[in-house]
T-cell receptor, first 118, second 112 residues
Framework: EAGVVQSPRYKIIEKKQPVAFWCNPI?????LYWYRQNLGQGPELLIR????????DSQLPKDRFSAERLKGVDSTLKIQPAELGDSAVYLC????????????????FGEGSRLTVL | GQSLEQPSEVTAVEGAIVQINCTYQ??????LSWYQQHDGGAPTFLSY????GLEETGRFSSFLSRSDSYGYLLLQELQMKDSASYFC?????????????FGSGTRLQVQP
């Protein structure tokens, strides 16, 4: 079974430019997460989707970040315009149920998209 | 808000046993997970505790004490490939926030 697929793996842009990241979750997983991981830190939740509905986007900087999950499968995270502080790894994860609900608490992560803003 | 504390670095030798502690302060705590992440790789799930006690999975064990807001990951028979970062993460019951909140991670270096 294929895992969570993300692209691009690496992206280098100049500040004020736009950038987009794509995620294809594990087939059948209705919950999708975008996390941001700064160097030497743990992942921080940006947004969580249940099917196509964004149910937790409280940590998403909405002035420059946007996300969508059309048809409840693939998802795109966009930054426009990018700032120097946005340099990080953007991780997508999926799960078949709610982390913390009945189950194992297991999220399946992709390898991430490493963004460098110059 | 939530906060998790774990040591930033731990060093051990091959074949030894190492324990990585995690203390947390949260409201609506449901369970504690552990993830492993090699440099440049994806975080991968190791274990999950929702009830007090020890969960064993091969060389890895995880412990939880809800009354002490404390847990640990125990790695036995350390191998070089265990050199990685280890994150504890809490899952919460709060409506609309059923995602994992991660600690800052513990970097484990296994030496020959």
């Amino acid at each position: 079974e294929a895992g969570v697929v993300q692209s691009p793996r690496y992206k280098i842009i100049e500040k004020k430019q736009p950038v987009a990241f794509w995620c294809n979750p594990i087939s059948g997983h209705n919950t999708l997460y975008w996390y941001r991981q700064n160097l030497g830190q743990g992942p921080e939740l940006l947004i969580r989707y249940e099917n196509e509905e964004a149910v937790d986007d409280s940590q998403l900087p909405k002035d420059r970040f946007s996300a969508e999950r059309l048809k409840g499968v693939d998802s795109t995270l966009k930054i426009q315009p990018a700032e120097l502080g946005d340099s990080a790894v953007y991780l997508c994860a999926s799960s078949s149920g709610l982390a913390g609900g009945p189950g194992t608490g297991e999220l399946f992560f992709g390898e991430g998209s490493r963004l460098t803003v110059l | 808000g939530q906060s998790l504390e774990q040591p930033s670095e731990v060093t051990a030798v091959e074949g030894a046993i190492v324990q990585i502690n995690c203390t947390y302060q949260t409201s609506g705590f449901y369970g504690l997970s552990w993830y492993q992440q090699h440099d440049g790789g994806a975080p991968t799930f190791l274990s999950y505790n929702a009830l007090d006690g020890l969960e064993e999975t091969g060389r890895f064990s995880s412990f939880l004490s809800r009354s002490d807001s404390y847990g640990y990951l125990l790695l036995q028979e350390l191998q070089m490939k265990d050199s990685a970062s280890y994150f504890c993460a809490v899952s919460l019951l709060d409506t609309g926030r059923r995602a994992l909140t991660f600690g800052s991670g513990t970097r484990l270096q296994v030496q020959p």
